[in-house]
C-alpha cells in the first residue's frame, strides 16, 4: 500500500524546501532526450531572435575618442577624453554628461582614475601630466596639480597602490605622487614606448609596448628592464588578467590577439583570431574569462579567455573605426568608443534580460543554460548557435585572409614534400608569431 504524509509535500511558503519523488527510470521516459533536444533548439532559437545588444549611446565630443577610464568604485561613472584635448565625466544610468572640461592643448594621450576614484589623471601633446580632482560634488575646471615633462608623453598608468603613476614616450619612466621629477628611468632600445600599464594584482610589474614590435617587462624593484619579446608586427595595448598575475594579453596590428604567461614568453598561451583590422583595444572582464576587443574593422568582439574564436560580434552601420573598448566592473556591460565621437553601451551578454527577474524566469533560463550546455555540439543547435549576421567588408576581408592563409599552408607543404625530410621544420601559429625573446 502507498502511504505518503502530507508534510512532506505541501509548503507553508514557496520558498520552503520540499521533497520531490522523481523516477528516473528510462523505460518511463522513453522519449526524454528527444524532448530535451527539442528543447535545447528552441532555447537557441530564441536566443539569437532575442539578442539585442545595443543599450545606448553616449555622444557630445567634437573630436575622435582616445580613451576611455572606468570609475574604481562607482559603476555608473566612466570617463572619456578625445583628440581635441577636452575630458568628459558621465552618468552611465542616465546616460547624461556630468561635467566637461578642456584639459590639455592637443591630443590627450593618458586617462586614468586613481584608486580611490576622488582624482583623474591626465597626460597630453603639450608635455604636461594634471591631476583633476571633485570640488564640492563638482569637477573643477582648473587642475590640482600639474607636472611638465621635458619630453612627449605618450602613455599613462597608475598603480593598484595609489602611490606610484608611470609614463611613456621616448622612455618608461616612474613617477612618485607629489614629485615634479620622475624617480625612475627605464630605457632598453632606442625607439618610442606607446603604452604601458601596471599589473592590478602585482603592483610591482609594468608592461610596455614599443615602436619596435616589441613588448617590454618592467620590475620597480629592480635597476632596468626584466624581459623583452620581439613581434612580428606592432604590439598596440596589452591588458593584464585580474584573476592571474601572471598572464596578459596582447592587441597586435596583425589583426590578432596573443595571451601570453610572463613564465614562458617564447610562445602565447593562446591565439584570438578573428578580426580583420588592426586590433586597436583589449580589456579584461572582472572574472578574468572573457575578454572584449576593438578593432579598425569597425567591429567589437567578446572572446571567452580559453578559445581561439569569438563567441559575439557587435557591429552597427554608424558606428566607425573603434579607439578604446572597457569591460564593466559588474560583469553586464560593454562599453566602446569610436571615431565617429560615440560612445556606445552594449550588454555583455546579447540576449540577457536587463532588469528585476522572477524567481520562476531565473529557473526557467538556467535550465535552459543546461541544456544548450547538453546539447551545444549537435550539429543543427552549433550551428544556430554561432551564426552572426557580420557587415559586408568584414565578410570579404574575412574570406581574402582564408585565403591568403590556405596559400601559405599549401606553399609551406609543397615545401616540405620536396625537400629533404626534417629540412623544414613545422612552425605552429602560436610560435609562428614570435620573433625573439630577451632577458
Not at 245 to 256: P, R, S
Amino acid at each position: 500500500m502507498l502511504r505518503r504524509k502530507p508534510e512532506d509535500y505541501i509548503r507553508e511558503s514557496k520558498h520552503d524546501i520540499h521533497k520531490l519523488n522523481r523516477n528516473y527510470n528510462p523505460e518511463l521516459h522513453p522519449f526524454e532526450a528527444e524532448r530535451e533536444y527539442q528543447r535545447a533548439l528552441n532555447a537557441v532559437k530564441l536566443e539569437r531572435t532575442f539578442a539585442k545588444p545595443f543599450v545606448g549611446s553616449l555622444d557630445g565630443h567634437r573630436d575622435s575618442l582616445t580613451h576611455l577610464a572606468k570609475h574604481p568604485k562607482s559603476l555608473s561613472t566612466l570617463a572619456s577624453a578625445d583628440a581635441s584635448g577636452e575630458v568628459r565625466i558621465w552618468n552611465l544610468t542616465y546616460k547624461t554628461c556630468v561635467t566637461t572640461f578642456p584639459a590639455h592643448n592637443g591630443v590627450t594621450r593618458g586617462l586614468v582614475y586613481t584608486p580611490d576614484g576622488t582624482e583623474l589623471m591626465t597626460v597630453g601633446d603639450d608635455k604636461t601630466i594634471k591631476v583633476w580632482g571633485a570640488e564640492e560634488e563638482s569637477w573643477s575646471d582648473l587642475p590640482r596639480d600639474t607636472v611638465v615633462s621635458k619630453n612627449m608623453v605618450t602613455g599613462l598608468t597608475i598603480s593598484a597602490s595609489g602611490d606610484t603613476f608611470a609614463t611613456c614616450g621616448e622612455a618608461t619612466q616612474l613617477w612618485t605622487r607629489g614629485r615634479h621629477v620622475p624617480s625612475r628611468t627605464f630605457q632598453w632600445g632606442v625607439d618610442t614606448i606607446h603604452h604601458v600599464r601596471f599589473n592590478p594584482v602585482e603592483t610591482h610589474l609594468l608592461g610596455a609596448t614599443s615602436a619596435d614590435r616589441s613588448i617590454i617587462l618592467y620590475d620597480t624593484r629592480e635597476v632596468g628592464p626584466v624581459r623583452k619579446v620581439v613581434m612580428n608586427l606592432k604590439t598596440n595595448v596589452i591588458a593584464w588578467n585580474p584573476m592571474e598575475a601572471m598572464v596578459f594579453t596582447a592587441a597586435n596590428e596583425d589583426y590578432n590577439l596573443y595571451t601570453y604567461d610572463l613564465r614562458r614568453l617564447d610562445r602565447p598561451v593562446n591565439v584570438l583570431m578573428d578580426h580583420v583590422g588592426a586590433v586597436v583595444d583589449v580589456d579584461y572582464s572582472p572574472t578574468g574569462r572573457e575578454l572584449v576587443s576593438g578593432s579598425y574593422d569597425k567591429t567589437v568582439r567578446l572572446w571567452d579567455a580559453a578559445q581561439g574564436r569569438s563567441r559575439d560580434i557587435y557591429h552597427t552601420k554608424r558606428m566607425q573605426r573603434l579607439s578604446g573598448v572597457a569591460w564593466s566592473k559588474d560583469n553586464k556591460f560593454v562599453i566602446t568608443a569610436s571615431d565617429e565621437m560615440n560612445i556606445r553601451l552594449w550588454k555583455a551578454r546579447a540576449s540577457e534580460k536587463v532588469g528585476i527577474m522572477r524567481d520562476r524566469e531565473r529557473v526557467a533560463l538556467q535550465y535552459t543554460e543546461k541544456l544548450k550546455e547538453k546539447y551545444g555540439q549537435h550539429p543543427q543547435i552549433s550551428r544556430i548557435a554561432r551564426h552572426r549576421q557580420v557587415p559586408r567588408h568584414v565578410k570579404s576581408a574575412r574570406a581574402q585572409n582564408q585565403s591568403i592563409r590556405d596559400g601559405a599552408k599549401r606553399k609551406e607543404a609543397n615545401k616540405r614534400k620536396h625537400s629533404k625530410p626534417g629540412s623544414v621544420p613545422y612552425v605552429s601559429e602560436r610560435e609562428n608569431h614570435t620573433i625573439d625573446e630577451m632577458e
